[in-house]
């Protein structure tokens, strides 16, 4: 972590919201609430990093290249233009945006692996309504 959880919260009180998002301690945190557990002012820090990670990839100024806010922004992509997840396309996605192909290299004897027990599948499925998904999603987004 490049600050301590400590830090991060007198950078948001001191008004050094920018520093905040673009920092790794929300992307580095395990959420094992052992700081918040163990806080004497009861701050609730984990929920603390997950609303700042939330607004570091609305804002896009999360750390560049770092493969969390990446894979989540892939993620929402290919569920809002399928409904559906899919593993491979998703993994793809991430490894050539974060321009490391070595990783992708890595991973693929498991992907083989479980392509033949059909637990993966090069295919992209989606669903029937998409239309009233895209209506959902706009409804939770605040939009209209």
């Given at each position: 972590m490049d600050y301590s959880p400590r830090k991060i919260i007198a950078m948001i009180k001191g008004g050094f919201k920018d520093q905040a998002l673009k920092s790794f301690t929300p992307w580095?945190?395990?959420?094992?609430?052992?700081?918040?557990?163990?806080?004497?002012?009861?701050?609730?820090?984990?929920?603390?990093?997950?609303?700042?990670?939330?607004?570091?990839?609305?804002?896009?100024?999360?750390?560049?290249?770092?493969?969390?806010?990446?894979?989540?922004?892939?993620?929402?992509?290919?569920?809002?233009?399928?409904?559906?997840?899919?593993?491979?396309?998703?993994?793809?996605?991430?490894?050539?945006?974060?321009?490391?192909?070595?990783?992708?290299?890595?991973m693929a004897p498991l992907g083989l692996s479980l392509m033949r027990t059909g637990r993966l599948s090069l295919k992209k499925e989606s669903i029937k309504n998409k239309k009233q998904l895209l209506k959902l999603l706009r409804s939770v987004k605040g939009g209209t």
């Open positions: 580095l945190c395990a959420s094992c609430y052992n700081c918040q557990v163990r806080c004497p002012s009861k701050i609730k820090i984990t929920d603390i990093m997950y609303t700042l990670k939330r607004k570091a990839i609305a804002e896009n100024v999360y750390p560049i290249r770092f493969p969390i806010a990446i894979m989540d922004k892939e993620m929402d992509k290919i569920r809002t233009a399928s409904g559906r997840s899919s593993e491979l396309w998703l993994m793809l996605n991430l490894f050539l945006k974060t321009l490391n192909p070595l990783g992708l290299l890595k």
